[in-house]
């Protein structure tokens, strides 16, 4: 395909995940209220007596409200996405590999949700001992973290599957991958402490030490070799 042919593809892709995001994002506006209840459950059972959240300003419940549905709606479309990325680079893939596609975008979605459910029921109970305040920026910041680490796995395997990355590769890079982790930990959590970098690391962690088992499992076999035919 021609440049051009390939971008009116990623065109098409772009606008159908799109498309499903911004109908997710309707439903999810419309039970907005009982998400929010939902995403300050874990700060009301931390604090019964005191999980009062107030706006500060004339529009900011109404930004809020936008928000909440828009992080739900990004867990809620993410099988569509992943399967609309997935459909892109199909075409240079093998076809062996092109029957993947529902495979990856169930387990690139399961991970996903995965991170932030760990995040959800794990980490905000802990964190939210040093995070009482701009909690909503928090949760979203962190629900988003988690969910888009825990893809490593699923990244992992579809390198390993193209040949990009080997089980060796990520073996003889894993203290400079941790040295990473723990930059990247700092990065993504919203706060100076220790205790909220360590809880994202750690899994992030294990997380890279099962995506070498991934590598490893999925490795493309090396061609054979083929045999020099002999001058009679």
Same mark, same amino acid.
């Given at each position: 395909?021609?440049?051009?042919?390939?971008?009116?593809?990623?065109?098409?892709?772009?606008?159908?995940?799109?498309?499903?995001?911004?109908?997710?994002?309707?439903?999810?506006?419309?039970?907005?209220?009982?998400?929010?209840?939902?995403?300050?459950?874990?700060?009301?059972?931390?604090?019964? *007596?005191?999980?009062?959240?107030?706006?500060?300003?004339?529009?900011? #419940?109404?930004?809020?409200?936008?928000?909440?549905?828009?992080?739900?709606?990004?867990?809620? =479309?993410?099988?569509?996405?992943?399967?609309?990325?997935?459909?892109?680079? =199909?075409?240079?893939?093998?076809?062996?590999?092109?029957?993947?596609?529902?495979?990856?975008?169930?387990?690139?979605?399961?991970?996903?949700?995965?991170?932030?459910?760990?995040?959800?029921?794990?980490?905000?109970?802990?964190?939210?001992?040093?995070?009482?305040?701009?909690?909503?920026?928090?949760?979203?910041?962190?629900?988003? =973290?988690?969910?888009?680490?825990?893809?490593?796995?699923?990244?992992?395997?579809?390198?390993?599957?193209?040949?990009?990355?080997?089980?060796?590769?990520?073996?003889?890079?894993?203290?400079?991958?941790?040295?990473?982790?723990?930059?990247?930990?700092?990065?993504?959590?919203?706060?100076? *402490?220790? #205790?909220?970098?360590?809880?994202? &690391?750690?899994?992030?962690?294990?997380?890279?030490?099962?995506?070498?088992?991934? &590598?490893?499992?999925?490795?493309?076999?090396?061609?054979? &070799?083929?045999?020099?035919?002999?001058?009679?």
């Amino acid at each position: 395909m021609p440049l051009t042919a390939h971008l009116e593809e990623l065109r098409w892709r772009i606008v159908r995940a799109f498309l499903a995001l911004g109908l997710a994002f309707g439903v999810c506006y419309y039970f907005a209220e009982a998400l929010f209840v939902f995403l300050i459950r874990p700060l009301a059972a931390l604090r019964p *007596d005191q999980a009062l959240i107030i706006g500060t300003g004339v529009t900011e #419940a109404f930004f809020t409200k936008l928000k909440v549905s828009f992080i739900a709606a990004l867990f809620a =479309a993410s099988p569509i996405v992943f399967f609309q990325a997935w459909r892109f680079v =199909a075409p240079g893939l093998y076809e062996s590999e092109k029957r993947l596609a529902l495979p990856f975008a169930v387990a690139a979605s399961f991970f996903f949700v995965l991170g932030a459910s760990f995040c959800y029921w794990l980490v905000f109970p802990v964190g939210f001992r040093f995070f009482l305040s701009e909690y909503l920026s928090f949760a979203s910041r962190m629900l988003l =973290a988690f969910g888009v680490t825990f893809e490593l796995p699923v990244v992992t395997f579809f390198l390993a599957r193209l040949g990009v990355v080997t089980h060796r590769t990520l073996l003889g890079t894993w203290r400079y991958a941790t040295v990473v982790i723990f930059v990247v930990a700092a990065m993504l959590t919203p706060g100076p *402490d220790v #205790a909220s970098q360590l809880l994202m &690391a750690t899994p992030l962690l294990v997380l890279y030490w099962l995506s070498i088992g991934v &590598a490893w499992l999925v490795a493309r076999p090396a061609p054979a &070799a083929v045999p020099a035919r002999s001058e009679g």
